[in-house]
């Protein structure tokens, strides 16, 4: 994905404005229909998803995971295996939560 011409990913820009000799805060328009249309392409294809079996469902995001803890420099794929021992699903969650942002 490349960053916004118009804003850098920031979601504003300044503009001045001579008549009040300010600079004013302008929302990026851009970013704002691209975020929009992100947050509708996610409603949909959940909605298309709930169809498939929750196994299914595990292990596709359990790939997700292992993968992108893997990726990430800053973390430890002995975090998961912590997560798998303890049992504990509420971690595994925010896990997934976590890196599906
Ligand atoms: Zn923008």
């Not at 229909?33 to 469902?57: M, R, T, V, Y």
């Not at 596709?60 to 973390?75: G, M, Q, T």
Request: negative net charge.
């Amino acid at each position: 994905m490349t960053e916004c011409e118009k804003c850098n990913g920031v979601g504003w820009y300044e503009v001045p404005n001579y008549r009040l000799e300010c600079i004013e805060r302008v929302e990026c328009i851009d970013c704002l229909l691209e975020n929009q249309f992100q947050d509708h392409l996610k409603l949909e294809l959940s909605q298309l998803l709930c169809n498939a079996s929750p196994q299914k469902l595990a292990q596709i995001v359990a790939e997700l995971v292992v993968n992108s803890v893997n990726r990430n420099e800053n973390d430890d794929l002995e975090r998961i295996e912590g997560i798998i021992h303890t049992k504990n699903l509420m971690n595994a969650l925010a896990l997934g939560d976590t890196y599906s942002r």
